[in-house]
């Protein structure tokens, strides 16, 4: 590796290395110089806050070492290299996580340095909490103070942020690229029912878990014209662009710990700042304010994360955010790839680019225009350049989420991408039209370029399925039906090798290790696995279904759920101002039925809420005809329906539904008569943290969308690997859940994918009415039962079933969704035997969804690279 450090130096750069803090001793010696020196403060002014700070750089420090010899190891050997590009990183917090993963040199001495046994489960992270116990600070409380890197909505997020923990955990050469939104996710707060968005200034007490790159300043152009020169070059050729408007990208890097491996990744966020050029014109015409108030608006490109969820909000913005990152990314990637100096034709053998949906799609067009427009390659060569490199992955079906950016924006905005975008498409077209001759209608059907709306507008999907090697879903379900729905052309004209499916995962060590510990340790010491290797192999967790019926492990078993409720019922009471929803001696016989997820009519929140309102109008129907609360008990008994969720700030009907589940809340949980049979809380600003309490608490949870439209879903794998059971649709990754754990382990009910577009055309045209059991919850609604105040105040939800095509099929699910509950109580309440038995079954079997495995296919089906294992 090259260094500007003469060879005669080398010695005292070798007697000063840095070390690792390998003991408590050093641990705290390190601490405390960070409370002196990097906080300014001191033993008589170091508060939670501060310790915080001064352990997050403490353990920083020991990443940072490894980041280093990763990095260096990775030029070294120069493996064919991944890059992740999200607009998305929904990390949480980094602290916890790095405690668990991190390894000091002792961890690798204790088993004897070999890279295949390794550290003990928990070293360092029981060495740091006792080592703080005697600093004067509890490492709970500590973890407490660490704000949630937002930096996505949900699914799709959160999936980044389980891809980085997994690349580095299978020693990938695999950076990720985003954005650093100095504002992440709005925080939720509820008042009097209603979402209100409040900003998540995340940034507030600096970030010690960023590395600031300012030396790295990558200029970014935007708006301007194309020089097409005297004699009219034609557009393939190389073409010079003379931006309008120009802003610097810096990146900020986060060291990314992969779990018992010294490998340390990188997450690469790029933040805008203004150039220091400066605008003579206007400075001469004493305009000095002015000009440096446009420098200043440089910055507003990556102040805020867009927060709709499967949902295109068309904003100019968001196309330069788009544009900002991805000519930020592939100038740093192209960067990296001409030091090794090797032929352009290698691009694709040297790195693959995932791009995670289309809003990365930019990134391909950028990559053309590098390689012609300033590399001077000839059009074809570099389109083939591009096209071997990167692939695509699509996230949804739903059509208000499939971005589509009209001419007009997208050409005044970066007008030489434009040309670019037209003329892969007419190579693109002049190929369909060899392959299927005079098809005027599936030429016009394919077409990057749609023609039908009043204004033209550039189908980026389109444009990433015809700029990639290749195309994934993410779940089984969900690929085939991008096969034959969105993208069924392009499997006609592709073939369907260029198709395939990876079914999502999630990261085993947060979501099982982290998030339930007290599950982790029995499993630990049950499969006899002191070291948690199955954390690295889950399909370990098989040896746990010979104890399915054991009534002593049951017992164990039970007593963590309980646990984790109990510490679930806490955080509720935290949040309900001191109060309890559930009386405590309650806990361990109240069934937690738990829906937490985006809000969105898809994911049909509002059949669940029904579901709750018919409970509940039947409970007060039997006891008003006279039934004792032993006989209600008996048909339904005690039950907690716990929600948690954002809406999109403009979508009404989203929000109505969360003022539907606090309004039902106030009456049920109010209602003397219940007492404590039922209840019902909206858990406020659902985020990763309050997530790693909610998962592991829960008996149910919820995957009820309508079939066809959640692609995978990960939450659901994330309560299946805690021993919560579900409750679902056909949909998603739930097909394969029940195909890993068993179906007589998973409730399912409702239609199938197949069937939805038959029941859609028979709401629109032979409307036949809601079932009973479902208008008696919209009548009650109608009535005011939950908004005496304002009888239609839930009208919108009521209108959109019985007048409005129900899209969402919730009139025709709802019985059968009833009737599965009604089975789920039977169950958790006749037979706890029984459902302890599913409950651990179920985790013996969920392996499958380790974010290990997804990304092990990604990097044997996709990205064609290996692993780089330390030494
Ligand atoms: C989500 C899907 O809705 C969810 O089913 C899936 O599990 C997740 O991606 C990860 O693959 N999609 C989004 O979050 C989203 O916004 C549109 O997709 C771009």
Redesign the pocket.
Known sequence: IETTIPAQSREIWNKHKVQKFNTADEFQERFISHVEWTLARSLYNCDDLAAYQATSQSVRDNLVIDWNKTQQRQTARDPKRVYYLSLEFLMGRALDNALINMRTDTDVRDVGDTDETLTKGNTSREMIKNAMNELGFKLEDILDEEPDAALG?????R?AACFVDSMATGNYPAWGYGLRYQYGIFAQKIINGYQVETPDYWLNFTNPWEIERAEIQVPINFYGYVDRGQNEKSTLEPSDWIGGERVLAVPYDMPIPGFKTSTVNNLRLWSAKPTTEFDFKKFNNGDYKNSVEEQQRAESITAVLYPN??FLQGKELRLKQQYFWCAASLHDIVRRFKKGKRAWSEFPDAIAIQIN?THPTLAIVELQRILVDLEKLDWHEAWKIVTSTFAFTN??VMQE?LEKWPISLLGRLLPRHLEIIYDINWFFLQDVEKKFPHDMDLLSRVSVIEESSQERQVRMAYLAIIGSHKVNG?AELHSDLIKTTIFKDFVKIYGSNKFTNVT?GITPRRWLKQANPKLAQLISETINDPEDNYLLDMSKLTQLSKYAEDEKFQKKWNDVKQFNKQRLADLIKKLNNGVDIIERDHIRNTLFDIQVKRIHEYKRQQMNIFGVIHRYLTMKELLQSGASIEEVVKKYPRKVSIFGGKSAPGYYMAKLIIKLINSVADVVNNDKEIQDLLKVYFIPDYNVSKAEIITPASDLSEHISTAGT?????SNMKFVMNGGLIIGTVD?ANVEITREIGEDNIFLFGNLAENVDELRYKHQFHNEGVPASLAKVLDAMQNGAFSPQNHSEFMPLIDSIKSHGDYYLVSDDFEAYISTQELVDQVYHKDKKEWLKKSILSVANIGFFSSDRCIEEYADTIWNAEPVKPE
Do not use: I
């Not at 909505?153 to 997020?157: I, K, Q, Y």
């Not at 959640?710 to 990960?714: D, I, K, L, P, R």
């Open positions: 909505n949900g699914g799709l997020g999936l969820d499967n949906d996230h949804t989420a993410v999502n959640e692609a995978s879903g990960t998603g």
